[in-house]
Structure formats: C-alpha cells, structure tokens
C-alpha cells in the first residue's frame, strides 16, 4: 500500500506516533489509509451540510475496513461571488483546489480518496487531482438544493436563485415590486443542497455519474434526504472494493467516457461551463477531446431534458423521473456501454434496468425538446477557435439573429448600460477583456443576462464575450469567444455599428467584416495590460491559456 511509507519499519515510529495523537489504535496500521476530500465550509449552502456527508463517508470507509482522514478545500460561491471583483476568482479557484487536493494526498500518502465536492468549480478542480494523482476514488456529492415554493396566480410555484436574479431585472421593467421581490428572495434558497436548476453544479455532479467515477444518484438525490447520506455511506464502502480491485480513474476516464459525459450534457440542456470544466478533466487524464469533437455529439444526441432555468422541472423532478441512469437508457444508442465505472459494472450495466419515470420531465428519444444538443459550439470570423451558447435556452426568435453591436470592455459597463436602458430591440451587446486573461478568470455574467431575461429582453437582445456566463443564464448569450480580446482575438476589433451575425442553427458567429479590416484593427490596438498583476490572480493570468483548451495553464497543455 502506498500509506505503508508513513507507518511500516522501524524509520517510521515518529511517523506513528503523530498517527497515534490523532487517536489511532495500532490495528489502523495495518489497514489501508483512504483521504476524504471534503469541500464543507459555511459560506456556500451547497455545501453547509458536508459535514454530515463526511461522517457518513467516513463510516462507510471503517466498514469497508479502511481508516479515514478527512481534510478541507476551498470553495467559491459563485453566486454571492456574482457581479463584483470577488467572481475573478471563481474559475481560478478550479486550480487551487485541484493543487490542494495533491498536496494533501500526495504529502500522507493516502491508498484512496472519496471526493466530497457540490458547486460550481469545486467539482472540476477534485475531477482534475482525481485524474492527476491517478489513486482509487469515489465522488459522492452534497446533492441538489430542494426548489423554493410561492404563492402563484394558480397556486403555489416552484422557484429558485435564477427567480431571484430575474426578479431583479421585472422590478427594473415595473413587472415586479420591490416588496414582491424581497418575498422572492427570501424563499428562492430553502435550505442546503447546489442551486435547484440545471446550473452548472448540478450539471458537473450529473456528468459525474456519466463519466463514471460516482454511484447512481449522484447528481439528483436531494441534499436534504436520508437517501443522500446513505449514498455517501455506500461511496465509503465502494472506494475500498475499489481499492481492491485496483481500479483507478484513468481506467474510467478514456475517451468513451467523455464521450458519454458530453451526450448526457447535451440530453440534459446543461451548463455551459462544462465546454470548460470536463476538456480540462480530459487534459488532466492525457484525453485529447476538442471542442469539434464536443459539437459533433451535440449533432448526433437530441435534448431531451425539460430543466429549469429555461424549462419547468428542477433536479429533485429528475430524480423522480430516474435521474441520470433513465437519461442514459434513454439515449443508450449514442453511449459507448463499455466505459467501466466505480461501481465495478459498465456504464452499459448502470442504465440496462433504468426505467423512465416521468415523461414530462424526460422527453423519447423520438420526441425531443431539440433535435440537437443542449450546448452549440460556433465557430466564424468572430470565433475562429470557437464560441458556446447554450442552445437549449435561447428563443426560437433569436436562434438566427443579425444587429448593430454596441461594445463595453467590462461586465460592469454592460451592467449599468443595461439598468438604465441603454440599449435598443435588436443590439448585439458585445462585452470583452473578460476572458480568463483579460478579466483576469473570466468572470460568469449571470447578472446582466437576469437582466435582459427579467425584462424580457432576452427575445430581442443578444449578448456575446470573451468571457462566460452562469450554467443558469438563458437567453442568446454566447460564450468564451476564442481567442479572447486580451490575446488579439477578433472581438478585440469590433466596433460600435459593426453588424453581427449569429446563427446557432448553422453553428456560425460571424462579423460583417472583411480579414483586412480586422487584422488592421487589431494592429492598431495598443498591446493589452493585464488588470490585475500582483497576487494570485497576478499569476493566472500569467499561466492561462484560453478557453477553448479549457483554461488551463499553458505550462500543462
């Protein structure tokens, strides 16, 4: 076992003795050593409950006859994070947790790991060190928040965060009162859990169970259920069979596996931030899974999936429906069924006795939302490396859409021009310097995208950056435009006026510019000065490369 270099022979007894102050009998010597990765802290409600989680994990593990050690991450709510300086260091904090993660298994020499993650960028970055240090590993996650519930014109509603930011924005358009919308806020949370939408939290845990690396129910058993910690205990006994067996995420992760992570995301209508998060999981486990590759799947897989924020059902629905197995059945014919999971079976083996629940909330095969994907990738002069949208929420109106663009160099500009109405039916709002090196972290725009949607906007605005947006942003907003401004992409050259062209049903995003116009532009600019040049987000900016590679560092791609 690896744990044997910190307790076997005689050169180890201060190393036992240390084991020993912790309250270890000397039987745990001889067991095997399993780190529980946990990300509980009490500033993120996903992850306010992660210590019950643990507890059961760690009981599992001393009945699957291991000795746990627990530690702590970091974790970011993206959600409190929005709209202000503090989302710089939302994406960023990806990699400092994928480096805590190994520093911590790596300087104890743990035999295997059960990763307890919930939100947003803490998923990826404990997917990143599980691929990176190659050791035996089940995730188990804090699972999704339980919707909120108000009073309606028919009775009582569903709602959530994404109510709560697109209050905001009918108070702005004198659809809502104030007081109406601080009853909204008040109720949009109800407890623990990741946000209740689709989002991107949600979508990672889901994927999670896709790629293979958590049990079934992973990313829709309600946080606040029994079932939830039962599920934790049976990943604390799963991780030492695992353990036994050998079995370690690069023999899960293999393009078969990214293959049916991405065509559960597209039969999801899942978060953008996934065209991130699972090709940086993919570098980490030597996979090469461009973003072509990512759009060929969301050709061949139809969104079949009716999720909030741009459908009716949230997470707790799926869970009902099925959860993830029945989506897997469901679309079984574009799987690869051999990828191997922690459970010991195939993934084929995971959905063959999954039964569809619910068709309102998981459409046929045959009768889908969208005869495509969820996601699109596009591609054109203003996107020669490639740009997302999340299809599945864009009006049929806005799915082709030409108009004038009216420019802004930060999130904040495009804020305030939004509030006061500083835009006209048909604009094409180009916000840029945002990208992981130019914002520094490419900051998500949840904010503005809430905005235009609460407005109603949404069907007659669109909205294009280097930078990203929130898995619960809806809306024709297009995503991590690659190369971003900060690297002399080409929104770096567009100008107010200049007419924009976005057909999603193409794959295209293009600008009534001619190759000469924009290389003279872009040599005209002055060279780009990062924003920030101390600290950590100083060093970021520095390393990243850009988001069609994931946003990695350069130095690991």
Known sequence: MKSDSVKKGVGRAPHRSLLYALGHPKEDMERPFIGVVNSYNTVIPGHMHLQSVANAVREGIRAGGGVPFEFNTIGVCDGIAMNHYGMKFSLPSR??????????????????????????????????????????????????????RMAGENGPVDIDLIHAFEGAGKVLAHQMTEKQLEELEQRACPGCGSCSPIATANTMNCLTE?????????????????????????????VMEVLKKGLKPLDILTPDAFHNAFAVDMALGGSTNTVLHVPAVAHAAGVDFPLSRIDEISQAVP?????????????????????????????????????MTVTGKT?????????????????????????????????????????????AGVAEEMMVHEGPARCFNSEEEVT???????????????????????????????????????????????????????????????????????????????????????????RTLDVKLDKKEIDERLASLPPFVPKVRKGYLGRYSKLVSSASTGAVFENEV
């Open 95 to 148: 990699e400092l947790i994928a480096d805590a993660v190994e520093i911590m298994a790596e300087g104890h020499a743990f035999d295997a790991l059960v990763f307890i993650p919930n939100c947003d960028k803490i998923v990826p970055g404990m997917l990143i060190a599980a691929a990176r240090l190659n050791l035996p590993c089940v995730f188990v996650s804090g699972g999704p928040m339980l919707p909120g």
């Open 210 to 238: 896709a790629l293979g690396l958590a049990l079934p129910g992973n990313g829709t058993i309600p946080a606040p259920e029994g079932r939830r910690l039962a599920l934790a205990f049976l990943a604390g006994e799963q």
């Open 303 to 339: 969104h079949i999936c009716d999720m909030r924020p741009y459908g009716k059902y949230g997470l707790a629905d799926l869970d009902v429906a099925g959860g993830v197995p029945a989506v897997m059945k469901e679309i079984s014919k574009r799987l690869k069924p051999g990828a």
């Open 347 to 391: 993934i084929g083996d995971v959905y063959r006795d999954a039964e569809v629940r619910d068709r309102r909330v998981i459409h046929p095969f045959s009768e889908p939302l969208h005869k495509t994907g969820g996601i699109a990738i596009l591609t054109g002069n203003l996107a020669p490396d490639g740009a997302v949208v999340k299809a």
């Open 416 to 506: 305030k021009a939004i509030t006061s109405h500083i835009f006209q039916p048909g604009d094409v709002l180009v916000v840029r310097y945002e990208g992981p090196k130019g914002g520094p972290g490419m900051r998500e725009m949840l904010t503005p995208t809430s905005l235009l949607s609460g407005m109603g906007a949404d069907k007659t605005v669109a909205l294009i950056t280097d930078g990203r947006f929130s898995g619960g942003s809806r809306g024709a907003a297009i995503g991590h435009v690659s190369p971003e401004a900060a690297a002399r992409g080409p929104i770096a050259a567009i100008r107010d006026g200049d007419i924009i062209r976005i057909d999603i049903t193409k």
